[in-house]
C-alpha cells in the first residue's frame, strides 16, 4: 500500500480536497486512497471533478460505514472508465491511460476484497 507522507503540499486543488476528506482514514480504502492521490499529485495527474466527488463522497460512506470498500472500488471502476474514455476522445492518452488503469485497479480491488470482506447479513451474524 501507498503511504501518504503527512508534510507533502499538494499541486492540484481537486487533489486536496480528496486528501482532507482521506488523511486519517481508519478503513483500508480511505487510506488507498490517500497514499495514490498523493502519488499522482507528485506526478502531475490531474482528477475530473465527478471522479474527486465521487471518491470523496466513498470515502466519507465507507468511514462512517454506510457502503462497503467493495462497493467503493465497484463505483470507481465505473467512474474512472467513463474518465478514461472521455480523455481519449480529447486525445488526452496519458490521463486517459492512468483513468483506466484506475479502473482496472480498483476492479481488481474489488475481487480481491469479496474474498475476505464479510457482507452486512455476516456481519450481523447471518451465514451464507
Do not use: C, W
Request: no cysteine; proline share 2%; aromatic share 8%.
Amino acid at each position: 500500500m501507498l503511504k501518504a507522507i503527512s508534510s507533502y503540499t499538494f499541486k492540484n486543488p481537486s487533489r486536496q480536497q480528496v486528501d482532507r476528506t482521506s488523511d486519517g482514514s481508519k478503513s483500508d480504502y480511505g487510506q488507498q486512497v490517500s497514499g495514490m492521490n498523493q502519488f499522482l499529485d507528485k506526478r502531475n495527474v490531474g482528477i475530473s471533478d465527478r471522479s474527486r466527488d465521487s471518491v470523496i463522497d466513498n470515502v466519507v460512506k465507507v468511514e462512517r460505514g454506510e457502503r462497503s470498500e467493495i462497493n467503493a472500488h465497484q463505483r470507481e471502476v465505473v467512474g474512472f472508465a467513463r474518465d478514461a474514455f472521455d480523455s481519449f476522445r480529447k486525445g488526452d492518452f496519458r490521463q486517459g491511460s492512468v483513468e483506466a488503469l484506475g479502473s482496472v485497479l480498483n476492479a481488481a480491488g474489488s475481487v480481491f476484497k469479496s474474498t475476505y470482506t464479510q457482507t452486512p447479513s455476516e456481519k450481523r451474524g447471518i451465514d451464507p
